[in-house]
């Protein structure tokens, strides 16, 4: 896709891989943030995906920043601080929205470090998956600066609120086994069958009808942050439109008839 992004798609799952391995997969410089949106913008926009995959290429899933490059920018940061909410807004930020605006579910195969934001970057996914030698860190303030990328609204959301606060007031690494127990992830395997796992997984969820599950990750995501009888409004309106669709009907006949229905996105 770019030199940041490798696009790959197999049927209707595509693996989105960070693909700067020899810098840990950093995502905070404007090429890589924009090919991620480019990449998300494109598995929404394409009605035969119906899963994706979020992984790193080399031994980190993500570094998050960049400290040579914030490093470089000390001087400017220092004399011109009005200068940095443009700099995350029309940077980094852009991300979590873009995630915001994409009804295909997302899987996170967490290979190596998620260190920063690139531990955000993997709860801006709806499922994760870690290999064994994956680590977790929100470690903002051991550089002295806080989750300017959303993680202050993601990770709570993932882990809960106390856990949070543990993980970003400390910024202590913890290890795949210990994100297991606080649900930072869903599963641990052997960091050889992380992708198969992560591809097992987008399997059982694409061989559903795809509006249903688009629809249904919707719901999910909205049932965060909105009140109740509005979720049952959204409900209510989204179910008229999966009951008109030729796969509920092919997922009814199919059930009555003991047979194995064939979805075709209609």
């Not at 410089?29 to 992984?55: F, H, P």
């Not at 940095?84 to 190596?112: C, L, M, S, W």
């Not at 641990?188 to 694409?206: F, G, H, N, Q, W």
């Not at 439109?241 to 059930?255: G, I, K, P, Q, Y």
Request: charged share 25%; with cysteine; aromatic share 6%.
């Amino acid at each position: 896709m770019t030199e940041y992004v490798l696009y790959e798609q197999d049927g209707p799952i595509v693996t989105i891989s960070l693909n700067q391995p020899d810098k840990r997969n950093p995502i905070s410089e404007m090429g890589m943030v924009d090919a991620i949106i480019e990449a998300l913008e494109r598995i929404q926009n394409d009605a035969s995906v119906r899963v994706a995959i979020l992984t790193g290429r080399g031994s980190a899933f993500s570094s998050g920043g960049d400290l040579r490059k914030m490093k470089e920018a000390f001087g400017q940061r220092q004399e011109k601080p009005y200068v940095t909410p443009f700099y995350y807004k029309g940077g980094i930020q852009r991300i979590p929205i873009a995630f915001e605006r994409v009804d295909v579910p997302i899987i996170a195969a967490v290979n190596g470090p998620a260190i920063g934001a690139g531990l955000d970057l993997a709860c801006m996914c709806d499922m994760r998956i870690a290999g064994e030698s994956a680590k977790f860190a929100e470690s903002f303030v051991k550089v002295g600066i806080i989750p300017g990328d959303g993680g202050a609204w993601l990770l709570p959301r993932v882990v809960g609120y106390s856990m949070a606060c543990e993980m970003a007031l400390t910024g202590d690494q913890y290890s795949a086994q210990e994100a297991l127990a606080c649900g930072l992830v869903s599963r641990v395997v052997p960091d050889a069958d992380l992708l198969e796992a992560a591809r097992k997984l987008a399997t059982r969820i694409a061989v559903n009808p795809p509006y249903a599950v688009r629809m249904a990750k919707r719901l999910l995501m909205e049932g965060r942050h909105v009140r109740m009888d509005t979720l049952l409004e959204m409900s209510a309106a989204m179910q008229a439109l999966s009951h008109a669709t030729a796969d509920h009907r092919e997922a009814v006949d199919a059930f009555l008839e003991k047979r194995k229905p064939v979805f075709k996105g209609d």
